[in-house]
């Protein structure tokens, strides 16, 4: 972009904004990406029952839903209904879809270096943070040489979506911060 001095809120905002949609998008390219790996590299059973390798069959089994089960134990002393368990995983998923585009929109106004690729290295860096080391750390799913190929390649990949689509979307929504 063409500006003289780089406005980290703006940035910010723009990409909060784009993270939202682009959170959006990441969720629909799931079931497909996660058909076309699992034609591939077909899961067995057991694995797809592990904790974020199936959100086409065990949608509540996903990181987010899991965490918030154990946090409404451990915290609330309830159980969460599967119902509950989705409407907070969503919450979750377009919170930190925001977080992440705020935080990619400053750092695209301090270091425009961070959009180069269409935001998709980006994307592979959110994936490394996320799936790739934070939540494994965390005890909430396995590391991803502990999953099967195809749920690390449908997750990576549609991190992939994530990371262009923030970028496709953030750039008009800055322009119309000016």
Sequence with gaps: MNRSEPDLLKGALAGAAAGLAAAYLKSKAEPPLQEITEGIWPPTPAQKKLVGADPTGHLDNMPPAVMIEAAAEQFADTHLDRERKLAYQQVVHYALG???????????????VVTRGLGVPAGAVMYALTHGSAVPATGFQRWPWQLPRAAVAWESGSHLVFGAGLEVLRRPLRRLLK
């Design 98 to 112: 925001a977080v992440l585009g705020a935080a990619y929109g400053a750092a695209a106004e301090r270091a425009p």
